[in-house]
């Protein structure tokens, strides 16, 4: 349960500020500064926060329409 309370406090993270910049590596940076964050608040690994981060920051606008 927290597993998954984790991810996804990660990704809504994600989600709201990743929108806010405009290329992929952008975005890939700010994903992993809200997933060190969000795993560090929660206890959980910081560096499994910051690459899981990065890889939803990189690839928000392909998936969904929110980043864009």
């Known amino acids: ?6 991810f996804t406090a990660l990704f809504a993270a994600t ?3 990743s929108g806010c910049v405009m290329s ?3 975005r890939a940076g ?3 500064v809200a997933g060190g ?4 608040a929660v ?4 560096a499994t926060g910051v690459v899981a ?3 939803i920051g ?3 606008d392909e998936v969904t329409r929110i980043c864009r």
């Open 37 to 40: 964050v969000t795993a560090a």
């Open 24 to 26: 992929d590596l952008e």
């Open 30 to 32: 700010v994903g992993a």
């Open 15 to 17: 989600l709201a500020v």
């Open 53 to 55: 981060g990065a890889a």
């Open 43 to 46: 206890g959980g690994t910081v």
């Open 1 to 6: 349960m927290r597993t998954k309370f984790t």
């Open 58 to 60: 990189a690839l928000c």
